[in-house]
């Protein structure tokens, strides 16, 4: 029997909670019965090194990772690695002939951001999966852009919750039933956990109050985080937050940490 061919889309592979699940996905999949693709807008990210050789990687733009500290030049940069995720987004026919995606079974849309691009897809005849994250009622986007993110998601042939109460929210707060779908709770590597576990620490932050793990983004709230930890230090309180992880807002992050000269109790590990 012939292998089914799957097309991962997601963003990047940065840690995050998304990337996380999405490595355990595709490492859970039985590669004899599967043949796995991921397509990445970016190649960057800490995860990229532990995906499995047997899965094909394929990428729109490069790393961040290399640009010039120089912030000018920087800026150039930016904005050629997005005229190419454009040009994607206008020639993705061509993208998907080179790199031989035209044969594709499934089309799997693994974060919200990706569901356009998939429903886009030159490949009419591949079945569209959304795989959904959160609480779409607590998300950082506009009315507008949340019902155009519902209006999109139902034109897939099915959508994955990764629990009950992100598609109960959906329904109820807009009114609609959201079928067929299906409820896939992510997937927890124990072995690994209890493993690394035991592995000694790179870095000793000394003694932490408060610990917090996600990606760098406005959504997080690691704001408010700053604010709160300010406060309580203003109030006389002798507590360390730590917070790990990576993501475009770490300069911003940063820049309010020594703002608020909060920098040796407040640390992005």
Do not use: C
Request: proline share 3%; net charge positive; glycine share 6%.
């Amino acid at each position: 029997m012939a292998k089914k061919k799957l097309l991962f889309r997601n963003r990047s592979m940065e840690l995050g909670g998304v990337e996380n699940v999405l490595l355990s996905v595709i490492s859970a999949l039985d590669n004899s019965k599967y043949e796995i693709t991921l397509l990445l807008s970016f190649r960057q990210g800490e995860f990229l090194d532990r995906i499995p050789k047997e899965i094909r990687v394929v990428s729109i733009a490069g790393s961040s990772a290399g640009f010039s500290k120089f912030k000018p030049l920087r800026l150039i940069q930016r904005v050629l690695r997005r005229l190419k995720i454009i040009k994607f987004q206008k020639f993705q026919s061509g993208f998907y002939k080179t790199h031989r995606l035209n044969d594709m079974d499934y089309e799997i849309a693994f974060s919200h951001n990706m569901v356009e691009d998939v429903l886009n897809s030159p490949n009419k005849k591949s079945k569209k999966i959304s795989w959904f994250h959160g609480d779409l009622r607590n998300f950082w986007i506009s009315e507008d852009q949340k019902l155009k993110l519902i209006e999109m998601m139902m034109k897939f042939d099915k959508r994955v919750f990764v629990s009950e109460f992100s598609k109960i929210g959906i329904e109820q707060k807009w009114n609609l039933s959201i079928e067929p779908s299906e409820i896939i709770n992510n997937l927890l590597p124990l072995d690994e956990i209890s493993r690394k576990s035991e592995l000694p620490t790179e870095k000793d932050y000394g003694k932490i109050n408060f610990l917090s793990i996600g990606r760098l983004q406005p959504n997080k709230g690691f704001m408010d985080l700053i604010e709160a930890h300010f406060k309580l230090i203003k109030e006389g309180y002798q507590i360390r937050t730590l917070i790990l992880g990576e993501g475009y807002q770490h300069g911003e992050l940063e820049q309010k940490i020594n703002e608020l000269g909060i920098s040796d109790s407040f640390i992005l590990g």
